[in-house]
């Protein structure tokens, strides 16, 4: 996957979002035990140290583009997987994996494409998740493997 120099704007290099606010969100869903379970580790890990902030940033703006931002996303609830990319062990830490879990998480409606605010705001809470994990070194050994009850795993 590789970042187009895209004629869309992409996404700015700093956070829209305020870190403050975000980190009050992430702590909120840190407190969900499902959600508690994901950790960057392993390969996931090591992809999120050698690509570096700039281009995750890009990589998420990219795969929220073609996973979330349609108004009726391809198999949506079960588009994430649990590994594979750091963006999607922070996509299940931090409920932004699929519209069902942003309408209730984040407020954010389905049945519509997102706002470019919305797939900014989306890619910010990723994002901020992967550089917290990535200072506090976590590394707990559960393994991530464990269906939401709403969710089907892909
Ligand atoms: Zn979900």
């Given at each position: 996957?590789?970042?187009?120099?895209?004629?869309?704007?992409?996404?700015?290099?700093?956070?829209?979002?305020?870190?403050?606010?975000?980190?009050?969100?992430?702590?909120?869903?840190?407190?969900?035990?499902?959600?508690?379970?994901?950790?960057?580790?392993?390969?996931?890990?090591?992809?999120?140290?050698?690509?570096?902030?700039?281009?995750?940033?890009?990589?998420?703006?990219?795969?929220?583009?073609?996973?979330?931002?349609?108004?009726?996303?391809?198999?949506?609830?079960?588009?994430?997987?649990?590994?594979?990319?750091?963006?999607?062990?922070?996509?299940?830490?931090?409920?932004?994996?699929?519209?069902?879990?942003?309408?209730?998480?984040?407020?954010?409606?389905?049945?519509?494409?997102?706002?470019?605010?919305?797939?900014?705001?989306?890619?910010?809470?990723?994002?901020?998740?992967?550089?917290?994990?990535?200072?506090?070194?976590?590394f707990s050994g559960q393994d991530p493997c464990r269906a939401d009850p709403d969710?089907?795993?892909?």
């Open positions: 996957m590789t970042p187009s120099p895209a004629p869309a704007p992409g996404p700015p290099d700093q956070p829209s979002t305020d870190p403050r606010a975000l980190d009050r969100r992430l702590d909120a869903l840190a407190r969900q035990p499902f959600r508690a379970k994901f950790h960057l580790r392993g390969r996931d890990r090591a992809t999120a140290g050698l690509k570096g902030p700039a281009t995750l940033r890009w990589h998420a703006y990219d795969l929220i583009a073609k996973r979330l931002l349609p108004a009726r996303p391809h198999k949506d609830g079960r588009q994430t997987p649990y590994r594979g990319h750091p963006v999607f062990v922070a996509q299940h830490a931090t409920a932004t994996c699929c519209r069902g879990c942003l309408q209730r998480w984040h407020g954010i409606p389905k049945g519509r494409e997102l706002t470019r605010a919305e797939h900014l705001y989306v890619v910010d809470v990723i994002c901020r998740w992967i550089a917290r994990e990535m200072t506090d070194g976590t969710h089907e795993i892909s």
